[in-house]
């Protein structure tokens, strides 16, 4: 009983966290719908949450720590990240087209594609999108210590290397949809910002590891 009250309490932290920052970048965007705004905010908490999930081993080599296999920060970052993503894509996927969802991927059967898959950059974008919910929630499965017990450590650790390029995938998902959007550059700059500062610290933590090994 007081273990589950102690991870409960844990978790509040990340997930009124994660909903407090998604949700001023969607409002100072703005939205036209419940479902947008919803989308905006879990879109943007699963992002920059991805990131922090990447920057605690780095950071804690450049203070002089130890990283060891799984780091339960870094499990809770990724874990919210993950719940964040989920519900972006069940929201997101309710924003256009009055919930016929499938047009996100296909053209619509009237158009000259004749209900083709869609590969304009909408369509693309898209893909991306399912390609990004697929890591996740194979990250998110591996996110326990049955996991690594199961897998071993050498296999975990591989599988669990999928957040680096998921965090890629999901940079170019997120960039795609400011364009088409036109948000403005500052949430561009805030997504190449955020990709920056990640791709340094875990630059300077991979030299601080080859430089102890």
């Not at 519900?87 to 997101?92: C, E, F, L, M």
């Not at 909408?122 to 326990?144: D, E, P």
């Amino acid at each position: 009983m007081f273990r589950i009250v102690s991870v409960t309490a844990r978790h509040w932290p990340y997930l009124a966290g994660g909903l407090a920052l998604g949700a001023a970048l969607a409002l100072a965007i703005g939205s036209r719908s419940p479902q947008q705004f919803l989308s905006f905010t879990t879109a943007y908490a699963s992002f920059l949450y991805v990131a922090g999930a990447l920057m605690v081993g780095p950071i804690k080599l450049l203070s002089g720590g130890a990283v060891g296999l799984s780091n339960r920060l870094r499990r809770d970052f990724g874990i919210w990240s993950a719940l964040f993503a989920i519900a972006h894509v069940i929201a997101g996927l309710s924003v256009h087209f009055n919930g016929r969802f499938w047009l996100y991927f296909i053209y619509p059967a009237q158009s000259a594609h004749a209900a083709g898959l869609r590969i304009d950059v909408f369509g693309l974008t898209n893909y991306l999108g399912v390609i990004a919910a697929m890591m996740i929630v194979v990250l998110l499965a591996i996110s326990n210590d049955t996991a690594i017990q199961k897998l071993g450590p050498p296999r975990w650790k591989t599988v669990q290397r999928l957040s680096y390029p998921l965090f890629v995938v999901i940079f170019l998902h997120g960039l795609v949809y400011q364009l088409i959007e036109d948000r403005g550059i500052i949430y561009i700059a805030l997504l190449v910002l955020t990709l920056c500062v990640v791709a340094i610290f875990q630059a300077r933590g991979f030299s601080q590891r080859r430089a102890k090994q």
